[in-house]
T-cell receptor, first 114, second 110 residues
Framework: NAGVTQTPKFQVLKTGQSMTLQCAQD?????MYWYRQDPGMGLRLIYY???????DKGEVPNGYNVSRLNKREFSLRLESAAPSQTSVYFC?????????????FGPGTRLLVL | LAKTTQPISMDSYEGQEVNITCSHN???????ITWYQQFPSQGPRFIIQ???TKVTNEVASLFIPADRKSSTLSLPRVSLSDTAVYYC???????????FGAGTRLFVKA
């Protein structure tokens, strides 16, 4: 049981390049999330998916697109990367821990846009 | 979604009890309060969750007054390894959109 996995761990892009960040969970959770965290800051919600086949905007969706490929996978795409998108990106899935509902986070993808 | 306010940072010494308070004045009836811990270079991880009164688990206690407009995370006898950022999150279990605040940076000194 790997939990939430993210690839790649680290990526350097040039301004204008595109890339897709991959996220997968093996806990059979319905909901999945993408956050970004800038240095010294809290997490900001980019997009979320309440269930397979649905996606919704979070606080900071501009410049990003998402795909909920199936129940396990939720990808985040940067179509034209900008230096302002330099950040650490965390994927999470939501499910029960005992009787309490919580989010389980992946290890993060560190993205540097030059 | 309820907005949360926490102290930006706190310092403590090993062995002391640490209390971190979160304000959430516009909490809704169906909202739960959840606390997460984040170490550098890692994703947040769940610590404790509650709706009212007091909840205790093996790592922390959560105190919620009757009006539920604030909550206090209590960490007993902290160690150096408790140095982390702690986030208070208010959301209802039937909803999906979640907003993390800026968190509280706890620094535990020897």
């Amino acid at each position: 049981n790997a939990g939430v996995t993210q690839t790649p761990k680290f990526q350097v892009l040039k301004t204008g390049q595109s890339m897709t960040l991959q996220c997968a969970q093996d806990m059979n959770h319905n909901s999945m999330y993408w956050y970004r965290q800038d240095p010294g800051m809290g997490l900001r919600l980019i997009y979320y998916s309440a269930s397979e086949g649905t996606t919704d905007k979070g606080e900071v969706p501009n410049g990003y697109n998402v795909s909920r490929l199936n129940k396990r996978e939720f990808s985040l795409r940067l179509e034209s990367a900008a230096p302002s998108q330099t950040s650490v990106y965390f994927c999470a899935s939501r499910g029960l821990a005992g009787r309490q509902e919580t989010q389980y986070f992946g290890p993060g993808t560190r993205l540097l846009v030059l | 979604l309820a907005k949360t306010t926490q102290p930006i940072s706190m310092d403590s010494y090993e062995g002391q009890e640490v209390n971190i308070t979160c304000s959430h004045n516009n909490i809704a009836t169906n909202d739960y309060i959840t606390w997460y811990q984040q170490f550098p270079s890692q994703g947040p991880r769940f610590i404790i969750q509650g709706y009212k009164t007091k909840v205790t688990n093996e790592v922390a206690s959560l105190f919620i007054p009757a009006d539920r407009k604030s909550s206090t995370l209590s960490l007993p006898r902290v160690s150096l390894s408790d140095t982390a950022v702690y986030y208070c999150l208010v959301a209802y279990t039937g909803g999906f959109k979640t907003i993390f605040g800026a968190g509280t940076r706890l620094f535990v000194k020897a």
